[in-house]
């Protein structure tokens, strides 16, 4: 009898030393593949510039005399400050910080034909991008993050689209008939 008072303390005391050990123990981070982080941390990066790209291409077309093109812009740094916050919360899901060195935008100044090729070229980049870290995601099964990657390449699609549209109206109407709408 004294022997079996005996075991039953040694449980009851293990199971205080095991709900103690629970309670002290810290929330035990959810981790993903180091390729997702990175991919993630890519898409940050490249969201950053291209919200500095379409913020400044605003200001400039503003001040150039486009209200119309500048607000267009605006709207576009707006919807790329979207794709960004995805990015973060995606990161924040896994407990990692976004790093946030990113390469600074590039366009040309009272160059709208030129202004037209450097958006391109930063769409066509980050859909690149964006389609491999799909690839990235989806090779270690983190379907979550590949659906937000997703959305992301979406944006960029639709970006490339509308470009290739003025771009072929500019060569229909002239450049200066484009521009005078604009106003
Ligand atoms: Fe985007």
């Known amino acids: 009898m004294l022997k079996m008072l005996g075991l039953g303390l040694a ?15 810290p929330t035990p981070m959810i981790t993903s593949d180091t390729s997702v982080i990175a991919a993630l941390q890519t898409s940050a990066a490249m969201h950053l510039t291209a919200i500095e790209h379409y913020s400044t291409l605003a200001e400039h077309l503003d001040r150039w005399g486009y209200s119309q093109l500048g607000e267009k812009y605006r709207a576009d740094a707006e919807e790329e400050r979207g794709h960004f916050k995805k990015c973060v919360e995606r990161l924040e899901f896994y407990d990692v910080s976004p790093v946030l060195t990113h390469p600074a935008p590039s366009w040309p100044r009272h160059d709208f034909a030129g202004i037209l090729v450097a958006n391109m070229q930063l769409e066509q980049k980050t859909a690149i991008a964006e389609r491999a870290n799909i690839l990235a995601s989806r090779a270690v099964g983190d379907e979550l993050s590949a659906l937000v990657f997703a959305e992301l390449l979406e944006g960029s699609e639709e970006s490339i689209k509308d470009i290739q549209a003025v771009q072929s109206m500019i060569k229909q109407i002239g450049l200066d008939n484009y521009l005078a709408d604009k106003i």
């Open 11 to 25: 449980i009851c005391a293990s199971s205080i030393a095991i709900s103690a050990e629970l309670v002290t123990q």
